[in-house]
């Protein structure tokens, strides 16, 4: 639950935030020349966990951290307007989608809501089989010429990132 | 132009953020119930920017900061599955996708690559406006029932955060 003062913290840490800023002089083009895709879970800090400094890379979250067809057209964006050549996807342990029994989610949304709509929510039963399947995607796309992409989990409890592909 | 050692770097540099690495305590529930929408953009650190720390918020991304299909399908994940009550969607100055001159490019694509695709970028040409129409879908939207949705415009010149709606 977010507080109700929430919205203005943060508008007070961003005046903060301008005081020390100095990255005036960086492009939209990734200086690392990376493209990341990556779960939106809160646990996952991608800069941190890979090493990434401002600039570096862009970055490219849903829920799940699955190549859906949004993902494909940021990396086209990302690969032929703005140069990047590699690309890393990382899922998680302990992921909201891994099991989820997605029909009765989306019956209870539709009886909640009383608005019944076909949304595939993308949920998964195997994390390694969907950063696989994710990659595979990538690396057939004929829209996307990067050579280099790499899947890889991210462990929750550890911090460490692990190579699965 | 990525380095080719780039990636032995990265796992390199997650070794020594395991080290460090104690949020073990965390669970997938965003903290401060928040989620965050905005352009996959590398000068853009939404967690330095917004004062969030690790645990407190999703951050979805995608090119342009657009709410997407995909990014309503995250949003539904995270309001039900993971109870976030709040959304702020972040654009930037100096977006890749501000102006770009879309047709061009589509067809550049399909003349290099030999395949004719049907992929809209999303470019746009005006920022706030964008803002606007992507924050007023996420307000209509039937299974979205979340009432605090605000949309900024993050200035990369200054690290400044001016909100539009």
Redesign the interface.
């Known amino acids: 639950?977010?507080?109700p003062g929430?919205?203005a913290?943060?508008?007070?840490?961003?005046?903060?935030?301008?005081e020390s800023?100095d990255?005036?002089a960086?492009t939209?083009?990734?200086?690392?020349?990376?493209?990341i895709v990556a779960c939106?879970?809160?646990?996952l800090?991608v800069?941190?966990?890979?090493?990434?400094r401002?600039?570096?890379?862009?970055?490219?979250?849903?829920?799940?951290g699955i190549a859906?067809?949004?993902?494909?057209?940021?990396l086209?964006?990302?690969e032929?307007?703005?140069?990047?050549?590699?690309i890393?996807l990382i899922g998680h342990t302990?992921?909201?989608?891994l099991g989820?029994d997605e029909m009765a989610?989306r019956a209870q949304?539709a009886a909640s809501?009383?608005?019944d709509?076909d949304?595939?929510?993308?949920s998964f039963d195997d994390l390694e089989a969907s950063i696989r399947a994710s990659v595979e995607r990538l690396r057939k796309h004929?829209?996307l010429?990067v050579d280099?992409i790499?899947g890889l989990v991210f462990d929750?409890?550890?911090?460490?990132?692990h190579?699965v592909t």
Not at 80 to 86: E, R
């Open positions: 639950m977010s507080d929430e919205f913290r943060i508008l007070a840490e961003n005046e903060r935030y301008t800023f990255r005036s960086l939209a083009a990734p200086l690392a020349g990376l493209a939106m879970d809160a646990r800090d800069g941190e966990a890979l090493g990434m401002i600039g570096d890379a862009h970055v490219i979250r849903n829920a799940g859906t067809d949004d993902v494909i057209r940021s086209i964006v990302s032929h307007l703005l140069g990047t050549d590699q890393i302990g992921c909201g989608l989820a989610i949304l809501t009383g608005v709509l949304i595939p929510l993308l004929p829209w010429k280099k790499h929750v409890a550890t911090g460490r990132l190579q």
